[in-house]
């Protein structure tokens, strides 16, 4: 299936904003991210998105945040900001659209989403 303009754009901010490769991001869109980010684009999910792109951790046993062993380059995530820790820089978007209602799938720069920058 074809991406919207609208995922589209979202992906290139992504990119830019990690200065990745667009095959690393699409995966956001694709796989195991794709029921989120659609839910959140119907307006039925949380009315913000964070995406981090970041090294592959775990919580030890004294509940320290340590690198996943094996693990060599950084991998993207998409989160609510329930679960998955921030490690630096992240990106959000934020739906400003009521709660159940759609997003405009076929927009771009309108007032639908915000987009912004967040640190850890």
Known sequence: MAM????KHMQS???????A???ES????????????EAW??????????????????????????DLKGAHKPIFVLSDGEKEKLRGK????VRCTPPGKAINSQGQNDNE??????SD
């Open 26 to 37: 699409l995966g956001l869109f694709t796989d195991q991210y794709k029921p989120i980010f």
């Open 4 to 7: 919207t303009p609208r995922a």
């Open 90 to 93: 992240g990106i959000y978007f």
């Open 13 to 19: 901010l992504i990119n830019d904003a990690f200065q």
């Open 41 to 66: 684009m119907k307006g039925t999910g949380p009315a913000h998105l964070f995406v981090y792109y970041q090294m592959p951790y775990t919580i030890n046993e004294n509940g320290e945040v340590e």
């Open 113 to 118: 989403v915000l987009f912004g920058e967040i």
């Open 21 to 23: 490769h667009e095959s």
